[in-house]
């Protein structure tokens, strides 16, 4: 089970007693917000999508939209986000627990800027009722991420 997957990455770290499991889904967004009684801005959501064959997450703060023109100048590609079965699959996590950690191989990790104005994030841990709170330092650090982009809109005021 990839929760299981994602607690071994961080006992690793010395962090397992970290994630976070609830008695309710966090699947979504607004349901992640509300398990963990934030604002839905600081749920890190984890998007999947194929560029030139091989899979890619962009993590982004909850109250952003991929961009679809500064995707494509980004990446030189249109948008084309995986489909459940090839997230699944291709990157080790299930919708609605998909997270930058404990990854299959050969899947890269971008974070967006939409994320760098809070202090700690909320990415999902592999199920859809986790979480973990990570500074954005620890989220650059663990996430392994290649870089930091700027793909996203609707979350500057």
Not at 35 to 50: D, Y
Not at 70 to 95: C, D, I, N, R, S
Not at 144 to 157: L, Q, T
Request: proline fraction near 4%; aromatic fraction near 8%.
């Amino acid at each position: 089970m990839a929760i299981e997957k994602v607690k071994e990455f961080f006992a690793r770290h010395g962090m397992a007693d970290r994630v976070l499991e609830f008695e309710v889904s966090s699947a979504t967004v607004e349901l992640a917000a509300q398990a963990l009684n934030c604002e839905p801005c600081r749920i890190a959501k984890t998007l999947s999508f194929m560029v030139d064959g091989r899979p890619i997450l962009i993590v982004a703060a909850g109250d952003a939209k991929i961009d679809n023109p500064k995707y494509k100048a980004q990446f030189a590609a249109k948008a084309k986000m995986l489909t459940p079965g090839e997230v699944e699959t291709l990157v080790g996590h299930a919708v609605g627990g998909v997270c930058p950690f404990g990854l299959n191989e050969g899947v890269t990790v971008y974070l967006d800027e939409s994320l760098k104005r809070f202090e700690t994030v909320f990415p999902a841990c592999g199920s859809g009722n986790s979480a973990i709170e990570l500074t954005i330092l620890e989220l650059e650090q663990y996430s392994g991420c290649a870089a930091w982009v700027d793909v996203c809109k609707g979350w500057r005021a």
